[in-house]
């Protein structure tokens, strides 16, 4: 179809993974778009004057109620200056969120027009929402998101609910509806809308099961942005159901090459990461586990991250990829000695793993700098929003796509030449 000209759709990533993912969906179906670190002046606008999608990335889901209230309005209203058919406000696709901490309720009390939409579902990771559940594969296969094994243990936003309505009612007054998958699937998601709208829905929640479902999303929600701009929220399934509607020509598939040397970072305690550890070391990488424990003292914290930082410079040094991690998967011990550490010590959940992300974060740059490398690699969404700030990046673009959802990107930095930096 034809779109209209100018900026189509702004974002804000309420993590920096999670960012990216929407900057790759645009970038990789022919819609040019560039993500920042934070608002960008006018005169850094000007330097990306083809873009067609302009996204911030944030860290909001590790913040509390009172931080979103205080820093997401002037985002928000600098998001839509840009003028924008669809302004989005991105979560994660495991709805990972509580009442105390990164609250999609919140964010929707903050942003909301008239109505706000609600897209999680995203097929090509894996991620389907049926009758307002959600649900999201695991390596044993599908799982409901409160029987997850990783998002129902979580260490901080754990998912006891998969009705996203139900889980929403936590964190906001506002009424939550549904579009299912049959009204869907039966091409009825503007008269489904309709009648959400009339019971007094304002947020409405589309189920996502495979393209079909996923573009008639899309032409629902577009249809209501071409008449007004729309506050959406929702996972990079949103900017899929877009796509998807819009059946643009696909340019070709940029693949990423070999780079020789590269350092990594994780604070993810998924089971994937567990695998990806594991793989990393079949094919050579010194792995180097960090005592993320000693975040509740600063002197042993400090004392810590030099360690860490000296065994991945050396480990550089003997031509070997170093890859310094937290844990391996949800069942390593440290997860348990952390929290035990943690708890001796009256330190919340929230502060520990913003410590931890940090201090990866600090490690990757001083390794990146000293070391003159030129692509790096950081797992975790917690990890990379702060891990992202370390290295001082202004404004990323995607290059080439390495695994679903999993761009490398070109990093504009201000105080040191562009390096292209891999995002897992």
């Not at 992300?357 to 030129?374: D, N, W």
């Not at 370390?390 to 796509?401: N, R």
């Amino acid at each position: 179809m034809t779109l209209p000209d100018g900026m189509l759709l702004t974002w804000y990533g309420d993590d920096f993974t999670g960012s990216g993912a929407v900057l790759e969906a645009l970038e990789f179906a022919g819609v040019p778009a560039v993500l920042f670190l934070g608002v960008p002046s006018a005169e850094m606008l000007a330097r990306f004057g083809h873009v067609r999608a302009v996204g911030i990335a944030g860290d909001a889901r590790s913040r509390s109620p009172a931080w979103m209230e205080a820093e997401l309005p002037a985002i928000f209203a600098a998001l839509r200056a840009m003028g924008g058919r669809v302004l989005h406000y991105k979560l994660c696709s495991t709805f990972d969120s509580a009442p105390h901490v990164g609250s999609i309720g919140k964010a929707a009390e903050l942003g909301i027009g008239d109505w706000a939409p609600l897209v999680v579902g995203a097929p090509k990771i894996g991620r389907w929402q049926m009758f307002g559940n959600l649900f999201a594969r695991t390596p044993d296969g599908v799982a409901r998101l409160d029987r997850h094994p990783t998002m129902a243990v979580h260490p901080v936003t754990p998912m006891h609910e998969a009705d996203v309505r139900r889980h929403l009612a936590d964190q906001t007054a506002l009424p939550v509806g549904l579009v299912d998958v049959l009204a869907l699937q039966a091409g009825r998601g503007v008269e489904a809308l309709e009648a959400s709208l009339a019971t007094g829905a304002r947020i409405v929640a589309f189920d996502v099961l495979d393209q079909q479902t996923l573009a008639e999303a899309g032409r629902v929600i577009w249809g209501r942005a071409m008449a007004s701009q729309v506050f959406a929220l929702g996972s990079q399934g949103l900017e899929e159901a877009l796509i998807a509607h819009w059946d643009l020509p696909k340019p070709a598939l940029r693949l990423a090459g070999a780079a020789g040397k590269i350092a990594v970072v994780s604070g993810s305690c998924s089971p994937d990461t567990a695998r990806q550890i594991a793989a990393a070391e079949a094919q050579g990488f010194t792995s180097i586990a960090i005592a993320a424990e000693r975040v509740v003292d600063a002197a042993a914290w400090a004392a810590e991250l030099a360690r860490v930082q000296a065994e991945a410079l050396a480990a550089l040094g003997a031509g070997r990829s170093p890859l310094v991690y937290s844990a391996r998967g949800p069942d390593d011990p440290a997860l348990a000695r952390v929290a035990a550490v943690r708890a001796s010590a009256g330190m919340d959940a929230v502060t520990a793993t913003a410590r931890l992300s940090q201090g990866l974060g600090a490690v990757l740059a001083q390794v990146v700098r000293r070391a003159g490398l030129t692509r790096a690699a950081i797992a975790g969404g917690d990890t990379s929003s702060h891990a992202t700030a370390e290295l001082g990046c202004v404004a990323l673009t995607a290059q080439a796509a390495i695994a679903p959802s999993v761009p490398l990107m070109m990093v504009l930095r201000l105080t040191a030449p562009s390096a292209p930096v891999t995002l897992a």
